[in-house]
């Protein structure tokens, strides 16, 4: 089993269209989450860290839940320039990624 | 604030040639660094990481290897460049001992023919 697993997508949905994607970890020791942003040919940028509490980052909301230890992010009002692809990120001893969920917004 | 520096952008060496990728961060002391590699269509896969000069440890039997000479640098080389090495090369930072996120720099996108 992947430490780290996501729906690969591609995820076409249209301008201001609301979109979820999940991801589920293994390793119930996991200290803390994140969500990445990855645009084509470039380096990852950290999008959003994910508290238990849940946060929210104006469009962007992030869940944690640890008992089924999975972790959402939520898009809405989503924009042309959202498309690129979201990686899951879990931090034991060291950051563990998951491959990436492809969204692609069209007009 | 903090920066870190990766080059060359693009790398095309042939089969059996040697590689030196080299990674700078400015701005901090005593980061923890980290070289991943991104094939094609591929996730993200932790190469090397260090948490001080001298100290590297290998997450992946491979012919690559790291290097931290000083305290902000962090160097990836082989001595002979595999086809299977291409990919797109990351070095990271992150401040020791937290829970915090990794930064990472703009990436060698290298190929190998």
């Known amino acids: 089993r992947k430490e780290v697993e996501q729906d690969p997508g591609p995820f076409n949905v249209p301008e201001g269209a609301t979109v979820a994607f999940n991801c589920t970890y293994s390793n119930s020791a996991s200290q803390s989450f994140f969500w990445y942003r990855q645009d084509c040919r470039k380096e990852p940028k950290l999008l959003m860290s994910v508290y238990s509490s849940g946060n929210e980052d104006g469009r962007f909301t992030a869940q944690l839940n640890r008992a089924s230890q999975y972790i959402s992010l939520l898009i809405r009002d989503s924009k042309l320039s959202d498309s690129a692809t979201y990686l899951c990120?879990?931090?034991?001893?060291?950051?563990?990624f998951g491959t990436g969920t492809r969204l692609q917004v069209f007009p | 604030s903090q920066t870190i520096h990766q080059w060359p952008a693009t790398l095309v060496q042939p089969v059996g040639s040697p590689l030196s990728l080299e990674c700078t961060v400015e701005g901090t002391s005593n980061p923890n660094l980290y070289w991943y590699r991104q094939a094609a269509g591929r996730g993200l896969q932790l190469l090397f990481y260090?948490?001080?000069?001298?100290?590297i440890s290998s997450e992946v039997p491979q012919n690559l290897s790291a290097s931290r000479p000083q305290d902000r640098q962090f160097i990836l080389s082989s001595k002979k460049l595999l086809l299977s090495d291409s990919g797109f090369y990351l070095c990271a930072w992150s401040v020791r001992r937290t829970n915090y996120g990794y930064t990472f720099g703009s990436g060698t996108r290298l190929t190998v023919v």
């Open positions: 260090s948490v001080g000069i001298g100290q």
């Open positions: 990120v879990v931090r034991g001893d060291k950051l563990i």
